[in-house]
């Protein structure tokens, strides 16, 4: 199975793709988190990516592309199940995914009110190395801000201040979005890789989305 979220910042992308990982093995592969990775270099492109990171706008697509295909190209068949959390973001990257050969059964849209996303984005902690994020108010860690499984300590990103957040929904709403509708469009004429779009009302529970989810992925647990 290959799967895609596709939502807003604070949707629940990366608690989703938690989720599917340790009940039922998904390999995720998490943009944000290659771009990251980048981010440690000392190089031009690491400097360009935290640059765009922390005003909240999108890394461009052909420095995306770059990271992320090689990514697919190395790991689609090394896995039973794949996931990629935040990748495709643009029109012009769903086009690469497009020209791609590999298919996707789901692109789940993680669909949420944009007051709920302020509020879970800005007051999480997260461990960046491996995308633990946690909800300080609803699912705190058991000692605040230590990372409940490594002991290492939890950060608020740069990018979770307040006045980001509310760019990065605004570079959501005018980069992301469309693609819903572009995807719908591709299904209904029988082009493009992504087989099948799901709207999942992700204002609700972490663990009913997770049902909402596994429902249309018929895994048995
Ligand atoms: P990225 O790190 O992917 O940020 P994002 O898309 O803004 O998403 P978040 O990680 O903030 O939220 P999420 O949907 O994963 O929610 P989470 O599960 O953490 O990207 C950062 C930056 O990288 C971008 O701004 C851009 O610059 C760059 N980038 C990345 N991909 C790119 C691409 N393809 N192209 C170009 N640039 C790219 O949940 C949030 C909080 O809510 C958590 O605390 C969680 O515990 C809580 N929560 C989750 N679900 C629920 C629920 N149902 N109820 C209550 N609380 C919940």
Redesign the pocket.
């Given at each position: 199975m290959k799967i895609i979220?596709l939502?807003?910042?604070?949707?629940?992308?990366?608690?989703?793709?938690?989720q599917l990982k340790t009940k039922f093995g998904y390999h995720v592969i998490?943009?944000?988190?290659?771009?990251?990775s980048y981010m440690q270099k000392d190089c031009a492109l690491g400097q360009e990516?935290r640059a765009?990171?922390?005003?909240?706008?999108?890394?461009?697509?052909a420095?995306?592309w770059q990271v992320?295909d090689s990514h697919i190209k190395k790991e689609a068949n090394a896995y039973p199940h794949l996931l990629l959390?935040?990748?495709?973001?643009?029109l012009n990257?769903l086009e690469m995914l497009n020209r791609g050969r590999e298919t996707y059964d789901y692109m789940f849209y993680?669909d949420?009110d944009e007051q709920?996303?302020i509020?879970?984005?800005c007051?999480?902690?997260?461990h960046i190395e491996s995308?633990r994020?946690?909800?300080?108010?609803?699912?705190p860690p058991k000692k605040a801000d230590i990372d409940d499984i490594t002991g290492e300590a939890l950060i608020h990103?740069a990018?979770?201040a307040e006045a980001?957040?509310k760019k990065?929904?605004a570079?959501?709403l005018e980069?992301?979005q469309p693609i819903v509708e572009q995807v719908r469009q591709a299904i209904a004429t029988g082009s493009g890789q992504i087989k099948k779009i799901i709207t999942i009302n992700?204002?609700?529970?972490?663990?009913?989305?997770t049902e909402a989810i596994i429902a249309q992925l018929g895994h048995a647990e």
């Open positions: 979220l939502g807003a910042p604070g949707s629940g992308k990366g608690t989703q793709a938690q998490t943009a944000s988190n290659a771009l990251r990516i765009n990171m922390d005003a909240g706008q999108l890394v461009s697509d420095v995306v992320i959390d935040g990748f495709p973001r643009s990257q993680l949420v709920a996303v509020e879970r984005v007051g999480r902690r997260v995308g994020v946690y909800h300080t108010k609803f699912a990103r990018d979770d980001v957040v990065r929904i570079t959501y980069k992301t992700a204002n609700a529970k972490i663990d009913a989305v």
